[in-house]
Protein backbone atom coordinates (compact mmCIF):
# COMPACT_ATOMS: atom_id res chain seq x y z
CA UNK A 1 0.00 0.00 0.00
CA UNK A 2 2.57 2.51 1.08
CA UNK A 3 4.72 1.84 -1.99
CA UNK A 4 1.84 2.22 -4.53
CA UNK A 5 1.47 5.66 -2.94
CA UNK A 6 5.04 6.62 -3.52
CA UNK A 7 4.37 5.47 -6.96
CA UNK A 8 1.10 7.82 -7.43
CA UNK A 9 2.92 10.44 -6.10
CA UNK A 10 5.73 10.16 -8.01
CA UNK A 11 3.42 10.38 -11.34
CA UNK A 12 1.79 12.98 -10.11
CA UNK A 13 4.89 15.02 -10.07
CA UNK A 14 6.76 13.39 -13.53
CA UNK A 15 3.45 13.86 -15.72
CA UNK A 16 3.76 17.95 -15.70
CA UNK A 17 6.86 17.78 -16.34
CA UNK A 18 6.77 15.32 -19.26
CA UNK A 19 3.65 17.70 -20.55
CA UNK A 20 6.16 20.88 -20.15
CA UNK A 21 9.07 19.47 -22.08
CA UNK A 22 6.73 18.79 -25.02
CA UNK A 23 6.13 15.94 -27.19
CA UNK A 24 10.09 15.62 -28.15
CA UNK A 25 11.50 16.01 -24.44
CA UNK A 26 14.91 16.67 -24.62
CA UNK A 27 15.48 14.80 -28.08
CA UNK A 28 16.65 17.07 -30.91
CA UNK A 29 13.67 18.45 -32.69
CA UNK A 30 15.80 17.29 -35.80
CA UNK A 31 18.06 18.86 -38.31
CA UNK A 32 18.73 22.34 -37.48
CA UNK A 33 17.49 24.88 -40.51
CA UNK A 34 19.30 27.76 -40.94
CA UNK A 35 18.65 31.31 -40.26
CA UNK A 36 17.06 33.88 -42.33
CA UNK A 37 19.22 35.39 -44.71
CA UNK A 38 21.23 38.64 -43.68
CA UNK A 39 21.09 40.34 -46.36
CA UNK A 40 23.72 43.15 -45.93
CA UNK A 41 26.33 40.33 -44.54
CA UNK A 42 25.01 38.47 -47.95
CA UNK A 43 25.28 41.61 -50.30
CA UNK A 44 29.17 41.91 -48.88
CA UNK A 45 30.64 38.02 -49.03
CA UNK A 46 28.90 38.68 -52.40
CA UNK A 47 31.19 41.75 -53.40
CA UNK A 48 33.95 40.32 -51.63
CA UNK A 49 33.64 37.00 -53.69
CA UNK A 50 33.23 38.88 -57.26
CA UNK A 51 36.04 41.15 -56.26
CA UNK A 52 38.64 38.37 -55.45
CA UNK A 53 37.62 36.67 -58.71
CA UNK A 54 38.25 40.00 -60.60
CA UNK A 55 41.46 40.13 -59.05
CA UNK A 56 42.61 36.97 -60.22
CA UNK A 57 41.87 34.78 -56.92
CA UNK A 58 40.88 31.12 -57.57
CA UNK A 59 37.71 30.41 -55.74
CA UNK A 60 39.36 28.25 -52.87
CA UNK A 61 41.00 31.11 -51.40
CA UNK A 62 38.13 32.52 -49.89
CA UNK A 63 37.43 29.62 -47.70
CA UNK A 64 41.09 30.93 -46.46
CA UNK A 65 39.82 34.45 -46.26
CA UNK A 66 38.35 36.12 -43.03
CA UNK A 67 35.43 35.17 -42.47
CA UNK A 68 35.53 32.55 -44.87
CA UNK A 69 33.75 32.25 -47.88
CA UNK A 70 32.60 29.13 -50.49
CA UNK A 71 32.26 29.79 -53.41
CA UNK A 72 30.66 28.30 -56.86
CA UNK A 73 30.62 29.68 -60.15
CA UNK A 74 31.25 27.47 -63.26
CA UNK A 75 32.75 30.39 -65.52
CA UNK A 76 35.20 31.11 -62.20
CA UNK A 77 36.16 27.67 -61.76
CA UNK A 78 36.71 26.93 -65.90
CA UNK A 79 39.75 29.93 -66.17
CA UNK A 80 37.88 32.55 -66.89
CA UNK A 81 38.55 36.24 -66.15
CA UNK A 82 36.23 38.78 -64.37
CA UNK A 83 37.04 41.57 -66.27
CA UNK A 84 33.55 43.86 -64.56
CA UNK A 85 30.74 43.51 -63.07
CA UNK A 86 27.44 45.35 -61.70
CA UNK A 87 25.60 44.49 -59.05
CA UNK A 88 21.47 45.41 -60.24
CA UNK A 89 20.36 45.75 -56.70
CA UNK A 90 19.99 44.96 -53.46
CA UNK A 91 18.49 41.34 -54.20
CA UNK A 92 15.36 39.24 -53.08
CA UNK A 93 15.36 37.30 -49.79
CA UNK A 94 14.27 34.35 -49.91
CA UNK A 95 14.32 32.67 -46.66
CA UNK A 96 18.11 31.62 -45.94
CA UNK A 97 19.57 33.10 -49.16
CA UNK A 98 19.69 36.26 -50.72
CA UNK A 99 19.26 35.74 -54.71
CA UNK A 100 20.82 38.85 -56.28
CA UNK A 101 21.37 39.77 -60.24
CA UNK A 102 24.48 40.67 -61.41
CA UNK A 103 25.76 42.05 -65.12
CA UNK A 104 29.29 39.96 -65.43
CA UNK A 105 31.91 40.32 -68.56
CA UNK A 106 33.94 37.54 -68.47
CA UNK A 107 36.98 36.67 -70.90
CA UNK A 108 37.32 33.10 -71.17
CA UNK A 109 40.55 31.37 -71.17
CA UNK A 110 40.64 31.34 -74.80
CA UNK A 111 40.49 35.43 -74.88
CA UNK A 112 37.08 35.77 -76.00
CA UNK A 113 35.02 38.44 -73.57
CA UNK A 114 31.39 38.25 -73.30
CA UNK A 115 29.11 40.05 -71.18
CA UNK A 116 25.61 38.25 -69.22
CA UNK A 117 23.27 38.66 -66.20
CA UNK A 118 22.84 36.16 -64.08
CA UNK A 119 21.89 35.17 -60.17
CA UNK A 120 23.69 34.60 -57.29
CA UNK A 121 22.35 32.42 -54.55
CA UNK A 122 24.22 34.23 -51.30
CA UNK A 123 23.56 32.56 -48.09
CA UNK A 124 25.04 33.47 -44.55
CA UNK A 125 23.98 30.76 -42.27
CA UNK A 126 26.05 28.04 -41.07
CA UNK A 127 28.47 29.84 -43.65
CA UNK A 128 28.83 32.31 -45.96
CA UNK A 129 27.98 31.07 -49.45
CA UNK A 130 27.93 32.44 -52.52
CA UNK A 131 26.83 30.22 -55.41
CA UNK A 132 25.97 31.15 -59.09
CA UNK A 133 22.16 30.05 -59.78
CA UNK A 134 21.26 27.01 -62.54
CA UNK A 135 19.38 29.25 -64.58
Known amino acids: ?16 LLAWAGPGGCAPAGPRRAAPVEPERARAALRAALDGWKAG ?12 IVAQDFDWMAGGRLVEYQVLGDG ?3 DANLRV ?7 NPHGRTSTKTV ?12 FRAME
Open 101 to 107: RVELTVR
Open 92 to 94: TAE
Open 57 to 68: EKPEALARASPP
Open 119 to 130: AYIVGTDPKLTV
Open 1 to 16: MKGELVMRRLLLLLVP
